[in-house]
């Protein structure tokens, strides 16, 4: 039996045993609690709470190697003493004339050389034998004298050579080549000699031809490179103003009359002006129009004012004259000069 003054307990509520949960979770972690409060209060005094602060500062690449790169701070300095440019002297470079020398000045440094005389436009008879080995020098006469330029390819004319990059044969045509002793036949050996050297000419060459009587006559005003095409007009050149046409009653008065004399200032004249490395001159006589020691002090001249001088080679042709002044021409200009004789053509 339950007493009267004893009243059951009423039944608790929901809500409060909610609240009672978290009041009994805040007391166990007071601890934690008090700490967050602590830390948030400060927070809030500072003003701001940063997390991550970017660098703005720009930087050079740096590899991993610490300190390769050299800046300005970093770069070792050298003493003063170490930056004093050493007293070196330039060395004196001497500078070859403009102007070319005189020919009697110049001197020949041609090595010896062995050739044949055999022309296959003597019809096989040779030319007195073979030529003996020689060293000429300026001023030497003979059959195996040489002119060269460096580089050239060989020239050769009834024995006498050139080793050269461009030519020019300046041949007389005047009408005593057909006369006398000389004939016709005597002046085809000459024809197909001049040909020959020209037919032989490497393609890399240039040459030109003039021919002399009264006055002078050029295949072209320039030297031309040597291709088959300009090789054949140059022998039809040449065929064109042959000797025989002195007598040739078809031709005019004035082709007859340009076989008339043997100005070989005029031939050599036009030669200079094409500048080839050799001249070859082909006479049977003495000049006309000008004296040969006139001719040999304008050749001299000439020659002072080119870049450089050209060899000239001289061939007497069954010369009935003038052997002296084309020894002089060929001996002045570091060439070679060879006469042909009568008794070597037939």
């Not at 041609?110 to 001023?139: C, D, H, R, Y």
Request: with cysteine; net charge neutral; aromatic share 6%.
């Amino acid at each position: 039996m339950l007493s009267a003054s004893t009243s059951p307990r009423p039944p608790a509520t929901f809500s409060s045993s909610r609240t009672n949960n978290v009041i009994a979770f805040i007391a166990t972690t007071r601890f934690i609690t008090i700490s967050l409060l602590i830390h948030f209060v400060l927070i809030i005094a500072s003003g701001s709470f940063v997390l991550f602060k970017a660098d703005t500062s720009r930087t050079d690449f740096i590899t991993g190697g610490d300190g390769f790169i050299l800046t300005a701070e970093n770069a070792p300095q050298m003493p003063k003493e170490d930056l004093i440019a050493p007293d070196v002297k330039p060395e004196a470079v001497s500078t070859p004339p403009s102007v070319a020398p005189a020919i009697g000045a110049i001197t020949s440094t041609m090595t010896q050389t062995a050739f044949t005389m055999a022309s296959p436009a003597l019809g096989g008879a040779g030319i007195e034998g073979v030529a003996k080995l020689n060293a000429p020098t300026a001023g030497t006469i003979g059959l195996g004298t040489l002119g060269s330029r460096a580089g050239g390819s060989a020239m050769r004319m009834f024995g006498v050579q050139s080793k050269a990059n461009s030519i020019v044969v300046c041949l007389d045509v005047s009408s005593s080549m057909i006369t006398g002793e000389k004939s016709l036949q005597t002046y085809e050996v000459l024809e197909k000699e001049v040909i020959k050297v020209i037919r032989d000419l490497s393609t890399l060459a240039r040459f030109g031809v003039v021919v002399f009587s009264k006055d002078a006559q050029t295949y072209r005003d320039v030297l031309v490179r040597a291709t088959n095409e300009e090789k054949d007009k140059a022998v039809n050149f040449i065929k064109k103003f042959a000797p025989m046409q002195a007598r040739n009653p078809k031709a005019s008065v004035e082709e007859q009359e340009f076989h008339h004399g043997t100005r070989a200032d005029r031939g050599l004249e036009i030669a200079f002006t094409m500048q080839p490395d050799v001249i070859f001159f082909v006479s049977d006589g003495e000049p006309t129009g000008t004296l040969p020691a006139q001719i040999l002090e304008q050749v001299k001249v000439t020659q002072q004012q080119l870049p450089r001088p050209a060899i000239i080679n001289a061939i007497a042709f069954l010369a009935d004259g003038g052997q002296k002044f084309m020894k002089d021409l060929a001996s002045q200009n570091l060439g070679g000069f060879r006469e042909i004789k009568p008794k070597d053509v037939k």
